[in-house]
């Protein structure tokens, strides 16, 4: 069987380019941002043309979007609902408050950065970011998908105990299943 | 023999949930025997950040407060600051504001229409009324520059004057959405299954309806009258001319009709306002808001959202920085103990659709 | 052996051909429903698109044996039973391997897959699924009666079990089935949005409700099997439907033209219908459903 | 003016003559405040719902005045008749002191009160109900007391991206400006 580079590099692309034109986006709005997501999918904007569509639940999803600051007792629930999604998975994260805090910047109960905690493929800014600004959002993570360079998954693989410690730090009652795969 | 009963989860993550959070369910067969609803998933801490920034640092977060109609918040606050303060407010802010509370209205329900209908299963209905919601959204960004966060209503007036030919704009949006709702009317009221889905489910009990704190569409869909925007008038609600209604029934389809009767009374006061709006200046300008103090004292305003009365508890120390600002929002008894009541004994089909009815929205209960 | 050879051969062209047509309406509804709703929507190839994608994931899911296998069984149901109706009436390929007692196996066979399904979700331990099951389960004694009714009508109209006797039937007498025996095709009509499981009937896996029921738990291949399996079953119910009902097809494209106006039925219908309770769908399917049924066989007997 | 406060004044004479008042004030129409001793808030309460026929519990709020080292409790009645929002205010220490229960006069102070007990540490005698309401897993003092500094906490626990401390600088200078204007934005951004 000829495993070479060639070849491997065609299933890639054709992997790259199915999993770039059809993003199952989870349906969990985590904050305020999910009060664009309605506009985003619907009449005006139709992110469906781009293949993003809803998922139910976190076994068929790709994306996980996080719509904005993350309570800590929200931070537990998306921790395991990313765990519980299947790889390849992405994450886009939406508004300000994601990157810095943005207006919660010093509040006791939300996260300042994201990306301490989870792997981050996108940042959308933005109080609130416009749909069009969330369909940018959705190109750049297909292009880097195309381009092979979305790999936070395997980045929380490869770093999973740093990840963890920063989870631990704010979870104090760490009651979940470890994450296998 | 008794059925064994199961714990289910609706939310976080569920795709019939209305915002952020869970609702905890004792199911026995396809009934609910009890229901908890459990919040904080978008707690903020909103009060404590308010004690830290000062009185117009305040207001930019306020909006934020409740994300589908944000400007009732931003209004209630302003009230509470002038009402401590003794500002006046130009009459023409006034108009501009009870506009954009209602444009904030017509928006919030579009909004409903496709909730409660996209809960129900009907996919075509959200798509049409969110996709029209933008054009309410156009306006708002022509007059205040942003689609959700307005942050417009401020004390002493408004922040900016209405744009050129925002009149005109706004009437033809006004044409057009009445066009449209009548065939949301074709697609959704008309449709005999989801009258039968509508009908009979999560009644609330009229004579319990007041005491148990019952507010807005879902008090009058119980038959009682009862409107901040006549009970306690604010703005320029006592000039204007609108019906508020009141229907017997107390289900969800009586609630459905009343937002049906109301969108079409929210797009009349818009024309109204537009029509009477007085010239002159539009607002009352504030010192250094670094310097801005407010003599101590407190003050309890509500409005009327489109989810129900909205009010504010706000307390001056005297300092440039607000003491207390207590929020509380409809959902903050529509979305615990009101739906722990409603949901007993309904089938988990309707869970959702109660919700969405009731129109609970998870970051007022939290702040 | 020539013979063994071409029925081999026609096997596999059918299921390719159910595939991709199968996948194809799938995506025209996609299309279709986006433009009732004012949107462009996504391409007709979408679908495929998101079967390649599923499969490319990696799947870290084990809930059990079962879990595992209820695609695969679903799957396998989907193509027995397409091995069963003859695609088109008279072509080379495409007849496949009906017998003289071919309805009432294929009755059995396309309740079959459900089970798997139904055995598979209900291992998942996932509440939703298992309250997905249930009313998938009731939901089919809903309008297995009504369609079961049509069917048997018709046998005993025409005195014949086979697929191929019907359509030989239709094709002899000129006339479809639809107007000789206009009750029956009336009751399998009103009961078919039930088999589609779209809306009104979309409450085995309502999202607003049950997250996606019983397929909540399947990411990944799985998922992607059943949505193969999906549209090759939907292919399967409409070539039947038209055999049955519409006097068959001699060529592809008479098949295309004429499951694909039959297909819009269900899809039509659920782009502005919100959805039944469990127990409206059921009251449903026992009003006139059954009571066109009842007629069909009174008329088929007497 | 004082034809028009009439209920209102009526409402308090017959609160004053039932009740012995700290103290109690027309604030506007259709507002009227009456603080109270916290013994005496179950039999206010009552007669307000019963006798007044106040039977709507609008609001529950409570305010830390950490200089005196009381909580300010806030009970917000409103009479559909009257259209008279009635405030009752009772203090109660920080330490050491509760308040009496009332969700068993109307079923939703009950998540009023948890809330108050959750984010003020303020116990309520003979409150059932889940001791978290919206926190989960807090071990610090109940956030919503002043002496809780807020950003000390987020400066432990969270991270800050590299650039956030800006903001602070633009603050002073805001503030170092005497006797100057605010800049006149409702006018600048105007568009015409």
């Known amino acids: 069987m000829a495993y070479d580079n060639n070849s491997q590099k065609i299933v890639d692309y054709i992997q790259n380019f199915a999993r770039k034109h059809s993003l199952f986006v989870l349906a969990y709005g985590t904050g305020c941002g999910a009060i664009e997501i309605p506009p985003t999918m619907t009449s005006r904007y139709d992110a469906e043309r781009f293949g993003i569509r809803g998922a139910a639940t976190p076994r068929q999803a790709d994306v996980l979007l996080i719509t904005g600051y993350l309570a800590t007792k929200t931070l537990k629930r998306v921790i395991r609902t990313y765990e519980q999604m299947q790889d390849p998975k992405y994450v886009i994260a939406f508004g300000s408050c994601t990157i810095n805090g943005g207006m919660y910047w010093d509040s006791y109960n939300t996260i300042n950065m994201l990306d301490k905690y989870i792997p981050v493929d996108v940042y959308i800014n933005g109080c609130m970011p416009r749909p069009e600004a969330v369909i940018s959002g959705f190109v750049k993570l297909q292009d880097e998908i195309q381009a092979g360079r979305a790999d936070g998954w395997k980045k929380y693989q490869d770093n999973l105990e740093e990840y963890r410690a920063n989870q631990k730090k704010i979870i104090k009652n760490w009651t979940m299943p470890d994450f296998n795969w | ?367 | 052996m020539e013979d063994i050879g071409y029925k081999i051969f026609g096997a596999f062209l059918t299921t390719v051909l159910a595939f991709v047509v199968g996948m194809f309406y799938g995506g025209f509804r996609r299309k279709i429903i986006a433009r009732i709703q004012n949107r462009v929507g996504p391409p007709v190839y979408q679908n495929f698109l998101d079967v390649m994608k599923l499969l490319s994931k990696k799947t870290a899911v084990h809930h059990g044996i079962m879990q595992q296998l209820a695609p695969l069984w679903l799957i396998t149901m989907s193509i027995v039973t397409l091995m069963f109706i003859p695609v088109l009436k008279d072509g080379l390929f495409f007849t496949n391997l009906n017998f003289s007692g071919d309805i009432i196996f294929l009755l059995y066979m396309m309740v079959f897959g459900s089970l798997g399904m139904a055995l598979g979700a209900g291992q998942t331990g996932n509440p939703n699924s298992a309250i997905g099951v249930t009313r998938g389960l009731i939901q089919m004694v809903g309008f297995e009666i009504p369609w079961i009714m049509a069917l048997v009508a018709l046998m005993v109209q025409y005195k014949t079990t086979s697929v191929t006797g019907l359509l030989d039937i239709q094709s002899q007498s000129g006339t479809w089935m639809m107007f000789s025996s206009p009750f029956a095709f009336i009751a399998a009509l009103l009961a078919m949005p039930g088999m589609f499981r779209y809306s009104p009937f979309d409450i085995v896996g309502a999202p607003a409700e049950l997250a996606s029921g019983p397929v909540s738990e399947f990411g990944g291949k799985y998922l992607s099997l059943m949505m193969t399996s999906g549209s090759i079953f939907a292919f399967v119910k409409l070539t039947l439907i038209v055999d049955l009902f519409l006097g068959g097809a001699s060529n592809l494209i008479e098949l295309v033209i004429k499951t694909f106006i039959l297909y819009m039925y269900p899809v039509l219908w659920g782009a502005i219908s919100p959805r039944f309770r469990t127990e409206q769908a059921v009251k449903y399917f026992w009003g006139w459903p059954l009571f066109f049924g009842v007629i069909a066989l009174a008329f088929a007997t007497f | 003016m004082t034809d028009t406060l009439n209920k209102e004044n009526k409402l308090l004479e017959v609160l004053k003559e039932e009740f012995k008042l700290l103290s109690g004030k027309v604030k506007r129409s259709r507002r009227v405040e009456v603080v109270i001793e916290n013994e005496q808030i179950i039999p206010i309460l009552l007669f307000a719902k019963e006798r007044l026929n106040y039977i709507h519990f609008s609001h529950m709020s409570c305010v830390d005045w950490i200089e005196e080292g009381k909580f300010e409790v806030i009970y917000i009645l409103w009479s559909p008749e009257e259209k008279i929002n009635l405030l009752i205010k009772t203090k109660v220490a920080r330490e050491g002191e509760d308040l009496p229960n009332i969700d068993f006069i109307w079923r939703q102070a009950n998540t009023y009160e948890r809330e108050i007990r959750e984010m003020y540490g303020l116990p309520f005698d003979g409150l059932v109900g889940r001791e978290e309401f919206i926190l989960e897993d807090w071990d610090e003092i109940p956030p919503m007391r002043r002496d809780f500094i807020t950003n000390e906490y987020v400066s432990e626990t969270y991270f800050e991206r590299e650039g956030r401390e800006d903001a602070k600088d633009v603050r002073e200078q805001i503030l170092g400006r005497t006797d100057e204007k605010l800049p006149d934005f409702a006018k600048k951004y105007s568009r015409d």
Not at chain 2, 142 to 165: A, C, E, F, N, S
Not at chain 2, 173 to 181: G, V
Not at chain 2, 313 to 318: F, I, N
Request: aromatic share 10%; glycine share 10%.
């Open chain 2, 1 to 367: 023999m008794r059925e064994k009963s199961t714990t289910l989860y609706i939310g976080p993550q569920h795709p019939g949930i209305t915002g952020n959070m869970m609702v905890k369910l004792q199911v026995e067969g396809d009934t609910v025997v009890k229901a908890e609803t459990h919040v904080g998933y978008l707690h903020r801490g909103f009060e404590k950040l308010m004690e830290r920034r000062n009185w117009l640092q305040s207001f930019t977060i306020v909006c934020r407060i409740c994300v589908p109609e944000p400007d009732p918040n931003e209004e209630n606050y302003a009230r509470a600051v002038e009402e401590i303060e003794g500002r006046e407010v130009p009459e023409r802010a006034k108009y501009i504001r009870v506009m954009t509370l209602e444009l904030a209205r017509i928006a919030s329900y579009l909004l409903w229409y496709g909730g409660q209908a996209g809960s129900a299963g009907l996919y075509t209905m959200p798509q049409w009324s969110v996709g029209d919601r933008n054009y309410i959204l156009d306006l708002f960004e022509d007059l205040t520059g942003g689609r959700i966060y307005h942050m417009y209503i401020w004390p002493g007036g408004v922040r900016r004057d209405l744009p050129k030919g925002f009149k005109d704009k706004a009437l033809k949006t006004m044409d057009y959405l009445e066009k449209r709702i009548d065939e949301y009317d074709k697609l959704l009221f008309e449709n005999s299954i989801f009258q039968k889905r509508a009908k009979g489910v999560g009644i609330i009990d009229k004579n319990k309806a007041i005491e148990w704190g019952v507010v807005g569409a879902p008090l009058r869909g119980c038959g009682i009258k009862s409107d901040v925007r006549i009970d306690d008038p604010y703005e320029v609600y006592d000039k204007l001319d609108f019906e508020v209604p009141a229907m017997e029934g107390g289900d969800v389809w009586t609630r459905a009709l009343i937002r049906r009767f109301e969108i079409r009374q929210s797009i009349n006061i818009v024309r109204q306002t537009l029509e009477k709006m007085p010239g002159g200046e539009f607002y009352n300008k504030i010192p250094n808001p670094m310097k801005w103090k407010i003599p101590a004292g407190d003050a309890y305003v509500k409005t009327e959202s489109a989810r129900g009365e909205f009010a504010y508890y706000v307390v001056s120390d005297g300092t440039n920085k607000p003491r207390r600002v207590h929020v509380k929002g409809p959902a903050y008894v529509h979305g615990v103990t009101l739906l722990e009541n409603l949901l007993v004994g309904e089938n988990i089909s309707d869970v959702s659709f109660i919700m969405n009815s009731l129109g609970t929205c998870p970051p007022e209960i939290e702040r």
